[in-house]
């Protein structure tokens, strides 16, 4: 239940200079930047990304840019996974894209192996990142059930709902709803239904 998907991104020569407006999903990601000169813009404020990195969820659009040819690589994850296997708080990655070192230096190292040594063998890739998540020891605590549980509802009613229903759904108050949805998902969960619902409007 940690991942929802795979992806491979490339730039050849001709693709470059690349732009695109990145509409947030919901879904954080561990991806490896593979190349130079790829940033995004969040609000005016330019980050250039590159090596082993982590999204956090992002409240609105941002901008991504990539000035030469290159790939990436990654994993979109679940709304709690980050919690469940950095067991931090996710909102401390809300709106922005880290190296993973600054989270975990020990889960860095394990990633960025497997990035780095099967970056040309991508069914081999595949296996070695399961064969790490399934491994690792995750932080599956009462809130961290409660919170899935809301998200689960929340992507069962296609983000068509209130936080008030969500509330109901998984018998918390609303202050201590939005206190470890925050820590755990990295937005509130006003926001996230929102986001949620306008993404699959689209």
Known sequence: GLVKNLF?????????PFQSIILPLGYPTIAFIYGDKQKIVYKEKESFIKGLVITGQFYGTYDYQVKEKGFNIGIVLHPTAL?????TDVSKLTNQISSINKVNKVLADKFETIFINYKNDISTYQE????LLESLPLNLDKDVIQIDEAINYIIEKDGLLHVKDVINKVLISQKSL????KKIVGLTPKKFIRQYRFMNLI
């Open 8 to 16: 491979y991104l490339s730039f050849s020569k001709d693709d470059v």
């Open 83 to 87: 919690y469940k296997i950095f067991k």
């Open 128 to 131: 070695k990142i399961f064969e």
């Open 178 to 181: 939005e206190t470890k949805f």
